[in-house]
């Protein structure tokens, strides 16, 4: 593989990912649950103003509840549990005034569901667990890119033909690998294998459902937030499926 002519034709992507990278670095160094919980509730913002925009979603009264959502999830137990919570209310609501319409639950379920997840995680088992997510769902999609670029020649799927089954499996084994092997600082390795696992391949799956969604709205991307990148939900795709599984594993089996 030539990397020189690979970041030649990928600097802007590059230095983003670069600028982001030291960025996360130094909130995880910083390890403050406010200062976390104030960053995971812009990017919750952001996304879901995307998610508005992906769904052709106009009411913008959503906004407000998305906030009183996340200020809930500051003070409450177990954030995740707050999104059933939500949910009940809006059908509560609709039914009551005899106003269905489903289309307005869309932004809830993504991404509000995994982003409270995704606090959820930090919340419950610390910034160690949030970092080793990051690593394996980072890893996967890198991993994905410089395999498939290099030796990539079977589509994957006809949601993202750009994809490829060689760069999906290159990129799910370097994150299963390494994510195996930081996970054992925090649990067994078998088990840190099989969630590093797990967490890798639905990632691949969020990477795909996000395109899908950009492909019916008739978008390349769901933002310009990050120059080279994309949107906040093109950052996220693979983290707002892999953290709810991430979450669930670690609550099942660790």
Aim: charged share 10%.
């Amino acid at each position: 593989m030539n990397f020189k002519a690979l970041y030649e034709s990928n600097k802007q992507r590059v230095f983003t990912g670069f600028v982001m990278l030291a960025f996360a670095i130094v909130v995880a160094f910083l390890n403050n649950t406010l200062l976390t919980w104030l960053i995971l509730g812009a990017m919750y913002l952001l996304a879901f103003y995307e998610a508005m925009n992906l769904f052709d979603v106009k009411d913008n009264k959503l906004y407000v509840y998305a906030v009183l959502l996340w200020l809930a999830a500051f003070v409450y137990p177990n954030p995740d549990d707050l999104i059933y919570l939500a949910l009940i209310g809006f059908l509560a609501v609709m039914a009551y005034t005899k106003n269905v319409n489903y289309k307005l639950l869309a932004p809830f379920l993504y991404p509000s569901v995994s982003m409270l997840f995704l606090y959820a995680l930090y919340h419950d088992f610390g910034m160690s667990v949030l970092v080793w997510l990051v690593i394996v769902v980072a890893l996967t999609d890198t991993g994905a890119y410089c395999v498939g670029k290099s030796i990539g020649k079977t589509p994957f799927s006809p949601t993202s033909p750009n994809k490829t089954l060689e760069g999906v499996v290159g990129g799910v084994v370097i994150a299963t690998v390494v994510g195996a092997l930081y996970g054992t600082f925090l649990i067994p390795l078998w088990l840190s294998a099989l969630i590093a696992f797990v967490t890798s391949v639905s990632s691949v799956f969020g990477d795909l459902f996000e395109s899908y969604l950009k492909r019916e709205a008739g978008l390349k991307d769901s933002g310009t937030l990050f120059p080279g990148h994309g949107g906040m939900l093109d950052r996220l795709d693979g983290y707002l499926f892999g953290g709810v599984v991430m979450v669930i594993l670690l609550r099942g089996l660790a």
